[in-house]
Structures are given as structure tokens and as C-alpha cells.
């Protein structure tokens, strides 16, 4: 599973080294494509549950779930986040960042660090004795206590032989609920924040989920192991395996 995560990571890394204004979607989705078979993996989204691409791109107002598209091209001034996951000799690892395409702005720049540092006060709470909820409230709290809002209807999850498995990893919730964690589980957490508003709506292609409000929003993830000790971020390239 290490292997599956390093290459996510490093197919995340890649992804970001592409990101700049005239780019297609569709031209990173591509490149992610073969990136990831060329390391001897499959990309674990294509075709799951029926999704076009290699990973999901999604810009601005776009919180996830975006379908690739030579049709949309990046400008200098949005952000994109980039959810990619590699599936690697029976296992997936499973990942998130949100980029930059060029200079943005600085209530753009305070959403993507606020988003980045909330998945690692989540992941602070991974740790075996814990709850899901300390997690969960982690993220709430720091992003709610920021001026920022949480959809409550996407979530992180467990992740390992399936790309989603139990248990769900909420964005919101309270501390000292939910299931217990124990070493040997391997979480995906997942922050999806956005700006002005919790609600979300779907696009008629049935997949884009956006901003109800049709302001930026921002996703950052990692897949996380429980150990007896701190957790181990399984997605930073350095930990790979
Ligand atoms: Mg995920």
C-alpha cells in the first residue's frame, strides 16, 4: 500500500508541475493517465462508478468530482484542485492538492492554506484511542473558526484493497464520537471546504460538484495510517515505500 500511495503522491507532485494558465483539463488528465501506468499502476478512478477520467480536476467554484476537458483551460487567477489516486499490486493510495495557476488572489491563497492546514490538524488527531469524531471536529473547527464553511455531505474514508471502504471520515463532527481508531487502519482524509456557504449543488453532467453559492472552494488529502504512534501521512513522497 505504500507503493500505491508513493505513486500517488508523486502523480499529485506531477500534476502540480503541469498546472499553469492555457493548459486543458483534459492535458493534465492525460499526462496523469499515463504517468501513473507508467510506474506499473492503474488510476484508481477511471471508471469507478462510471468516471471519464484519470483523476478528477476541478476549478474555482468546482469543489470535486470535475470531469477533464479540453474545453476548460486554465487561467492565470483560478485555483485547481486535483484528486488522484493510484491502484498498485492489490491496493490504492488516494490524494489531493489545490493549486495556483499563476498569480492568484489573496482571499484565494488564505482559502487554500486554510483548507491545506486543516487537513493536518485533522490529521494530528489520527492517532490509535481516538475517535473518527476528533478528526472530523479538527477540520470543522478550524476551518468554521476561519469564516469558512463545511459541506457535510462529502466525506474521507477508509481506504485500502477498495478505493472507498469503512469507515467514512467526515469533515464534520464532534470529537469524541464515531468510531475508534486502531493501528493498522489506513484513512483517507479529506477536507472540501468552501467559501461563503455549506451548501453544494451537481451540475448536469451529474458528477461536477460545486459552490452553491458559485465561490471558490478547495480540497487537500492525504491517506493516513494509524500506528501505535504518530500517523504516518502514507501519501508524502518521502514516506513511500
Ligand atoms: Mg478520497
Redesign the pocket.
Known amino acids: 500500500m505504500l507503493k500505491a500511495c508513493e505513486i500517488s503522491a508523486l502523480a499529485l507532485k506531477h500534476a502540480g508541475s503541469l498546472v499553469r494558465p492555457g493548459v486543458s483539463t483534459w492535458e493534465i488528465d492525460k499526462s496523469l493517465g499515463n504517468f501513473i501506468k507508467s510506474m506499473g499502476a492503474k488510476p484508481s478512478f477511471k471508471g469507478l462508478y462510471g468516471f471519464p477520467g484519470n483523476a478528477c480536476i476541478s476549478v474555482n467554484e468546482e469543489l470535486i468530482h470535475g470531469i477533464p476537458s479540453k474545453k476548460r483551460i486554465l487561467r492565470e487567477g483560478d485555483i485547481v484542485s486535483v ?1 488522484v ?1 493510484a491502484f498498485k499490486d492489490g491496493y490504492h493510495g ?1 490524494n ?1 492538492a489545490t493549486f495556483a495557476v499563476g498569480e492568484i488572489s489573496g482571499k484565494a491563497r488564505r482559502l487554500l492554506e486554510v483548507t491545506e492546514q486543516s487537513l493536518y490538524e485533522g490529521i494530528k488527531r489520527a492517532v490509535s484511542g481516538n475517535r473518527v469524531g476528533d478528526i472530523s471536529g479538527a477540520i470543522q473547527g478550524y476551518c468554521e473558526s476561519r469564516g469558512y464553511f463545511v459541506p457535510e455531505e462529502y466525506f ?2 477508509g ?1 485500502g484493497r477498495d ?2 471502504e469503512e469507515p467514512n471520515v467526515p469533515n464534520v463532527g464532534k470529537p469524541g464520537r464515531g468510531p475508534r481508531l486502531t493501528p493498522g487502519m489506513t484513512l ?1 482524509i ?1 477536507p472540501m471546504i468552501n467559501s461563503t456557504t455549506a451548501r453544494t449543488r451537481t451540475l448536469s453532467d451529474n458528477w461536477t460538484v460545486v459552490e452553491a453559492n458559485g465561490n471558490l472552494s478547495a480540497h487537500f ?1 492525504h491517506t493516513v495510517l494509524i500506528t501505535s504512534g504518530e500517523p504516518l501521512v502514507m501519501t508524502m513522497v518521502e514516506h513511500g515505500g
Do not use: K, S
Open positions: 484528486d489516486g488516494d489531493t474521507g474514508h481506504v478505493l472507498h483517507a479529506e488529502e
